[in-house]
Every structure is written in C-alpha cells, then in structure tokens.
C-alpha cells in the first residue's frame, strides 16, 4: 500500500517536472489537411486582375492588397501580403498595423528610406535607407513609414504576420478623435487647428513629399502644403 502510494508519488512528480520542462506549446495549429484539401488548385494563387477591387492608386504610389478580404485561402494561415509602388520622392505617410508585424522586400528601389519610432516615443528612430534586395522590419503596431528618396520609382512587397493587419494611418486617426481634446493635444491655436484640419494630407502616399529629394530630381515639392505664416 506505502509502497504503491510511492510510486505514483514518483510518477506524478516525474511528470510534473517532465511538464514545467516541455517546450511551449506551438502559437497556432497548422492549417488541416482537410481545409486545404477544400481549397481548388486556383486559388492557391493571388492575380491581381481586378485591381479596381483592391488596388489604392494617388499621385505618389500605388498598392495592391492580398489580405484576407482580397484572398480568402488566406484564412487561418496567418500571414498577408501588400505590393507597392512608390514615386519618386514620394511618402507612404506614417501609419501602423495593430495586429502584425511587416516585413518589407524591396523588389527595386534605389534609396528607399523606412524608418519607425519605438513605443516609448523617446529613443531615437529607427531609420535605415535600402536598396534592391534588402529587407526591412517594422515590429507590430509601431509607426512607421516609407519615403522614396530616388529620382526612379521604387516596388517592394511587405508580407504581414497576419491575415487582418488592420492599418492606422497616424494623420487620419488624429483627425478622428473629438476636437478639444486633439488640438489641446497638438498645441494648436484654434485658428491654426483650423487650417491644419483642413489642408492635413489624408491620401495614402503623398507625392514629392521629400524637400532635398525634389531639388535633386529637378520636381517641384509640395513637401510643405500648410502655411501658417499667412494667419496669426
Ligand atoms: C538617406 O539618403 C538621404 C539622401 O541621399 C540622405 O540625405 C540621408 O542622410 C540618408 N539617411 C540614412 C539614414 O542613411
Ligand atoms: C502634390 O503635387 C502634385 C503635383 O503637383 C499633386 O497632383 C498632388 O495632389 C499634390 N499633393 C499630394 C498630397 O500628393
């Protein structure tokens, strides 16, 4: 009786160790065989021929989402994926993406600057200009951006560690909260909040927004749209 009451004594604590020892479990199952068997061959693959449908074209760039809306055999994987085209001198103005991590591929680019700040909003940014071939990090939820620093324009992809990014656009979110508390926030004057209310860049790229990038490829800049000078 001692001698059994010992010995699952020994196997309850051989397993409890065995247990706080064992790795953590994988984050996400894989998806099942059975789903993916469901799936036709065809839409395995992404063809961007409806580009009315998903494709944000501005006078800066273009992009082209393959996110779960856009391409549903995403579903359960986990990952997404957006194609860009940047022009030169042009901005993908800073924003985040809530629910994912972004990792950026440049297809072709010349000087294509990406930069983010960290959460705190204290440290130092972050801001590296790559070329063809490189790739970039941008850690989940931080603000970030793109900006072409090239006369030529630059394509890269970002895959997303996410099927639903989500993405935030800093300016545009800003513009969506009540007005007191924004313009306390910004340390505006009632007058100028007006004129930044009205003439805040929303597209998603803003075209020639880099002053020194301008002069270089002999384009005309509208890096600065407002003016308060005329206003006091
Ligand atoms: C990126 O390139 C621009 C234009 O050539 C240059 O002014 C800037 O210092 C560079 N920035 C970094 C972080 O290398
Ligand atoms: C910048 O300038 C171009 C060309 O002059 C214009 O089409 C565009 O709307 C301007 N603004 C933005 C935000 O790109």
């Given at each position: 009786m001692a001698r059994v009451e010992q010995i699952v004594l020994t196997v309850a604590l051989g397993l409890a160790v065995v247990c706080a020892a064992a790795?953590?479990?994988?984050?996400a199952a894989a998806t099942a065989e059975s789903t993916l068997a469901s799936?036709?061959?065809?839409?395995f693959v992404y063809h961007?021929?409806?580009?009315?449908?998903n494709t944000a074209v501005s006078g800066g760039g273009s992009s082209s989402q393959r996110l779960l809306a856009q391409w549903?055999?995403?579903?359960?994987?986990g990952i997404s994926q957006t194609a860009f085209n940047l022009n030169p001198c042009s901005l993908r103005p800073p924003h985040t993406h809530p629910y994912a991590s972004g990792l950026l591929y440049a297809t072709s680019a010349n000087n294509l600057q990406v930069g983010f700040v960290m959460a705190?909003?204290?440290?130092e940014p972050v801001v590296n200009n790559i070329t063809t071939g490189a790739s970039a990090l941008f850690p989940q939820g931080l603000i970030h951006y793109q900006l072409n620093l090239d006369c030529q324009p630059a394509s890269y992809t970002i895959s997303y560690s996410s099927e639903e990014p989500e993405t935030q656009t800093v300016v545009n979110g800003l513009l969506g909260l009540p007005r007191p508390a924004l313009q306390a926030a910004l340390g505006f004057s009632s007058g100028d909040f007006d004129l930044w209310q009205a003439q805040a860049p929303t597209s998603k790229f803003i075209q020639v927004a880099d002053a020194d990038c301008a002069a270089r490829c002999g384009l005309s800049s509208n890096a600065t749209v407002i003016s308060f000078s005329t206003h006091n």
């Open positions: 790795p953590a479990p994988a984050p799936i036709p061959s065809s839409q961007p021929t409806t580009p009315a449908l549903p055999a995403l579903k359960g994987t705190d909003g204290t440290s």
